[in-house]
C-alpha cells in the first residue's frame, strides 16, 4: 500500500529524513519508535503534504503511485489520514459539520453524491460509541477547550467516520491517562481490518500493550536502522534509546 | 489553487427596463419641491425638507471615516426616479410585468397565497415603494406597515411626532442629506401589547442609471409590543459609483422590543474597485422606554463604500441594546463600521458583537463608541470585536472609543485579529477539504455568534452571501 523509498526530507536548510525507507501492506499495523528530535513527526507531516517539507530525493508510492507531486487535500482523497499530535482548534465549527463539510468533499473528490442527513446521523452515531463519545460533545466547536484526552479521542472518531486505506497516528497516545489510552486503543483495533493499515508512531511502548504491531522499527537521525517484531520495542523499553545510539 | 483571483459573479447585477419618471439632475430648492411635489405631500413636511436642505448646504463634507473615494459631485446624481405604472389598489395585477420579472430573477416572493415564509414585504426600487404585501392582514391586529411616503399621506400626525426624533437633520452630513431629498422607506407602527405575528421586511432596489436612493425608516413600537424586521438591498452592476445615503429610525417604548436586521449585498464594484455602491448610512434607536430593548444585527457583503454605525440610545433606564455585525470586504472595498450605545438611564445594558473580514486589497474598520452619561447609573456595556485577515493585502482596523461619565459604569472590552492559520487550512486539507471550501468552513464558524441572530432562512441566506463575497479570496 505504501512504498517510501530513499525518502530525503529538509525544513528550511536543515535535512531531517536522510534516506528513509518502510513497505507498508494492507492488513498491517506497523510502529515506529525513536528518540525525540529523529524524524518521526516529519515523517508524519511529509505523508500528509504539509507545505514547508520539501523532499529532496526519493520518492513515496502509495498503492503504486507517486504521491508527492499531489497537494494535502488529494492525498486525503486517496485514503490517506493524519492523526494530529496536537489537532488545531477551529472556533464555531462544530465536530458534526466539520465532518459533514468533510465526507461530503471526500465523496465530491470521487464523483459520488453528498451524504443522506439520516446516513450521516446514523454514521455518526454508531462511529461516535468506537471512541465513548456522546452527541453533545459533537455539537462543541472542535477541539475548541477540548482536553488532551478529548482531542485524541476526537480524532480517532474522525478516523472512524472517514475510514481511509492508511492512517498515521502521530504519537496519539502523548499526554494521555490510562482511560483516554485505553479508548484511543480500542477505537483503532475496532477500525483495524484486512483492507486498511496503520503506521503508529509513538515514543513510548505503552501504546504498543494496547494496539499490537506486526512490525515496529526504530527510528534514529532520519532513517529506520533496525525492525523487528512486537518484541523489539519491549527489548526497546528494557535497554532505553542509549542502545539506539549504539545500533546507529 | 490558481493564482487568477476573478470576481465572483454579483448575481443581482442585471438591470430591468421598466418606464420611469425622473427628477432633473443635480440639487437645489426646486429638486427637493419636486420630490416632495411627486410625493403629494403636505406643507409642514415640504418645510422640513427646506430646512434640512438649507442645514445640509451649510455643513462640511465628514472627512474622518477611514476611507478613500473620489469626492462626490452632489450635482451630478438623479434625486428622484419612481416607476410611472403604479398599483392604485395595492393589488398585484395592477404591477408593471416588468417588475414582476424583476422580483422573479432577485428571488423575492411577494405573492400573499405564498405564506409559507411568514414574511410581509415592502418593496422599494429606487425612490418609491411598488408594492407591501399582507397589509391587511396586519391591518387586523392594528400594525402598520406602508411605505414612508403613504404614512405622512394616511398618518401625519404619528409620522409628524417621531420623524427626525431620533436622528435630527443635523446629526451629520448625510442625515442632513437624507431629510431633504428621502424619497421611499417603510414605516411601521406596532401598538400597545401587540406582537407583530410575521417578519416584515423590506426589499431596496436600485435600478435607474445615475440616480440615488435615498431611503427613510421609520418604527415605532408601542408599550410591550414587539417586531422583527429585516432589510435586504440589490443593484445593478455599474462602472460608476452610486450613492445611497438612508436614515433609519427606531423608537421603542416600555417593555418594547424591536429587532432590526440588515443583510446588505449592494453591487461593490468589480476586482479593480471600478463602481459599486457607496453606503452612507445612519441608523439609530431610541430605548425610549422603561425595559426597552432594540437589537441590531447587521451582515455587510456588498458596497464599494459601507459607512453605517446602527446605534442606540438607551434613554429609559434598565433599556437594553445590543449590536451584532458582520462585514466581509473582498478586493478593494472599504468598510468602516460599528455602533454607538449611548447610556443615558439607570441600569441600562449593551453588547455589541462585531466580527470584521477581510480579503483581497480591502480596508475593514471596526468604529464604536461606548458612552456613559452621568446619570447612567450602574450601566454597563461588553464589547468583543474580532477580525479575521485572509491574505497578506487587506487591512483591519479597530477604533473603540469610550466615555464614562458615571463612575458606577462598567465596560468591558474584547478585540482579537487573526489571520485564517496555515495550520487550520492544512487540518482541514488533510480531512479532504479544499482550501476553498475551508475558508468558508473556517469564516462561518468565526461569524456563527453573528449569524444566529438571524431569521433562520435568512441565516442560511447570509452564509451563502458570505461564500460568493469570498470567491476566490485564497491564492
Known amino acids: 500500500m505504501l512504498s517510501i523509498q530513499n525518502l530525503h526530507t529538509k525544513i528550511g536548510d536543515k535535512e531531517i529524513l536522510k534516506g528513509l525507507n518502510l513497505q507498508i501492506n494492507k492488513g498491517e499495523v506497523h510502529a515506529i519508535m525513536g528518540p525525540n528530535g529523529t524524524g518521526k513527526s516529519t515523517l508524519a507531516y511529509t505523508l500528509a503534504g504539509k507545505d514547508q517539507y520539501e523532499n529532496t530525493a526519493g520518492d513515496i508510492l502509495f498503492e503504486n503511485q507517486s504521491i508527492l507531486e499531489l497537494d494535502p487535500t488529494e492525498r486525503a482523497h486517496l ?54 463519545l456522546n452527541k453533545e460533545f459533537l455539537t462543541r466547536a472542535i477541539n475548541d477547550g477540548f482536553s488532551g484526552g478529548e482531542k485524541k479521542r476526537n480524532e480517532i472518531f474522525q478516523l472512524a467516520m472517514l475510514e481511509p486505506k492508511l492512517a498515521v497516528l502521530d504519537e496519539t497516545d502523548s499526554g494521555l491517562d490510562i482511560d483516554a489510552l485505553r479508548i484511543v486503543a480500542n477505537g483503532v483495533n475496532q477500525l ?35 525492525t523487528g517484531d512486537k518484541n523489539l520495542a519491549l527489548e526497546l523499553e528494557e535497554k532505553g534509546y542509549n542502545w539506539v545510539k549504539e545500533l546507529a | 489553487m490558481s493564482d487568477a483571483i476573478e470576481l465572483s459573479e454579483y448575481k443581482y447585477g442585471f438591470t430591468s427596463d421598466i418606464e420611469q419618471e425622473f427628477a432633473e439632475r443635480g440639487l437645489n430648492e426646486d429638486t427637493v419641491r419636486f420630490i416632495s411635489q411627486k410625493k403629494g405631500e403636505p406643507d409642514w413636511m415640504l418645510e422640513w425638507r427646506l430646512k434640512s436642505f438649507q442645514i445640509w448646504k451649510n455643513m462640511p463634507l465628514p472627512n474622518w471615516a477611514k476611507l478613500n473615494m473620489d469626492p462626490i459631485d452632489f450635482n451630478d446624481i438623479i434625486y428622484y426616479a ?177 429587532k432590526y436586521s440588515t443583510i446588505q449585498n449592494w453591487y461593490p464594484g468589480d476586482k479593480d474597485g471600478k463602481g459599486g455602491i457607496y453606503n ?21 457583503t456588498g458596497s464599494a463604500i459601507t459607512w453605517k454605525y446602527p446605534s442606540c440610545v438607551l434613554k429609559g433606564d434598565e433599556s437594553y441594546g445590543e449590536f451584532y455585525s458582520v462585514a466581509v470586504t473582498n478586493n478593494h472595498q472599504q ?51 474580532d477580525s479575521m485577515l485572509i491574505g497578506k493585502t487587506c487591512g483591519a482596523h479597530t477604533f473603540p472609543y469610550i466615555e464614562v461619565k458615571n463612575k458606577t459604569g462598567k465596560v468591558e472590552h474584547e478585540a482579537s485579529t487573526s489571520k485564517i492559520g496555515e495550520d487550520q487550512l492544512f487540518y482541514c486539507n488533510q480531512r479532504g477539504i479544499g ?38 479570496s485564497v491564492g
Open chain 1, 79 to 132: 485514503g490517506l489520514f493524519l492523526c494530529y499530535q496536537y489537532p488545531v482548534e477551529i472556533p464555531g465549527v462544530s465536530t458534526i459539520n466539520f465532518m459533514k463539510t468533510a465526507i461530503n468533499e471526500m465523496r465530491k473528490a470521487k464523483g459520488q453524491e453528498k451524504m443522506e442527513a439520516k446516513e450521516f446521523l446514523e454514521l455518526i452515531r454508531t462511529k461516535a460509541e468506537i471512541v465513548e
Open chain 1, 192 to 226: 483495524r481490518n484486512s483492507e486498511n493499515a496503520f503506521l503508529v508512531i509513538t515514543h513510548y511502548q505503552r501504546l504498543l500493550d494496547y494496539i499490537i504491531p506486526d512490525f515496529v522499527h526504530i527510528m534514529y537521525d532520519g532513517r529506520i536502522i533496525k
Open chain 2, 82 to 258: 419612481a416607476a410611472k405604472k403604479k398599483p392604485k389598489l395595492n393589488s398585484l395585477d395592477e404591477v408593471d410585468p416588468e417588475i414582476k420579472r424583476m422580483w422573479e430573477k432577485l428571488g423575492i416572493s411577494l405573492n400573499e397565497q405564498n405564506k409559507l415564509a411568514n414574511v410581509a414585504m415592502d418593496f422599494v426600487m429606487d425612490s418609491d415603494s411598488v408594492f407591501t404585501s399582507f397589509k391587511e392582514e396586519l391591518h387586523k391586529h392594528g400594525i402598520i406597515f406602508c411605505s414612508i411616503s403613504e404614512a405622512i399621506r394616511d398618518y401625519p400626525d404619528l409620522v409628524r411626532d417621531n420623524l427626525g426624533k431620533v436622528v435630527l437633520p443635523r446629526d451629520n452630513f448625510y442625515a442632513a442629506l437624507n431629510s431633504a431629498v428621502f424619497s421611499d422607506g417603510s414605516f411601521v407602527y406596532i401598538p400597545k401589547g401587540v406582537k407583530c405575528p410575521m417578519e416584515l421586511s423590506t426589499y431596496f432596489r436600485i435600478n435607474a442609471e445615475n440616480t440615488g436612493q435615498f431611503e427613510r425608516t421609520l418604527i415605532i413600537a408601542e408599550e410591550g409590543s414587539y417586531v422583527s424586521y429585516l432589510e435586504g438591498c440589490t443593484a445593478p452592476q455599474r462602472d460608476e459609483n452610486q450613492l445611497h445615503a438612508a436614515v433609519v429610525e427606531l423608537i421603542a417604548h416600555d417593555y418594547a422590543e424591536i
Open chain 2, 280 to 300: 452612507f448610512v445612519t441608523k439609530r434607536g431610541l430605548c425610549e422606554g422603561y425595559k426597552s430593548k432594540i437589537s441590531w444585527t447587521q451582515v455587510e
Open chain 2, 335 to 385: 468598510a468602516d463600521t460599528g455602533t454607538k450605545m449611548i447610556h443615558v438611564g439607570k441600569n441600562t445594558k449593551s453588547r455589541i458583537v462585531s466580527k470584521g473580514i477581510s480579503a483581497g486589497y480591502s480596508h475593514n474598520s471596526y468604529r464604536g463608541l461606548v458612552k456613559m452619561l452621568a446619570n447612567a447609573e450602574n450601566a454597563y456595556n461588553f464589547s468583543q470585536c
Open chain 2, 435 to 472: 482550501d476553498e471550501e475551508a475558508v468558508y468552513l473556517i469564516v462561518n464558524g468565526f461569524c456563527k455568534e453573528v449569524f444566529k441572530e438571524l431569521p433562520m432562512e435568512f441565516a442560511v441566506e447570509a452564509q451563502k452571501l458570505l461564500e460568493i463575497t469570498l470567491e476566490n
